[in-house]
């Protein structure tokens, strides 16, 4: 069984600004509307298979600088 990449999405939110957590919201389709509401929301706050999506997502931290 192969294992799943996943996308060190906590600490990356931690670290970012709200436009480069806008930027990776945007990759996982996320609706504009919501991206407002949920970039300045901590990482943890956000809803589980929001979460799941980013971390399996494959996005590299250089996509989003």
């Known amino acids: 069984m192969a294992k799943i990449a ?5 600490t990356f939110w931690k ?3 709200a436009h480069q957590r806008g930027k990776l919201l945007k990759k ?3 609706p ?6 949920l970039v ?3 990482y943890l ?4 298979a929001l979460k799941y999506d980013i971390e ?5 931290k250089k996509e989003l600088q």
């Open 32 to 37: 504009d509307d919501q991206i407002i509401e």
């Open 6 to 10: 996943t996308f060190d999405a906590g």
């Open 45 to 48: 706050e956000l809803p589980a």
């Open 40 to 42: 300045n929301k901590k």
């Open 15 to 17: 670290n970012a600004y």
């Open 28 to 30: 996982v389709s996320v």
């Open 56 to 60: 399996t997502s494959g996005i590299t």
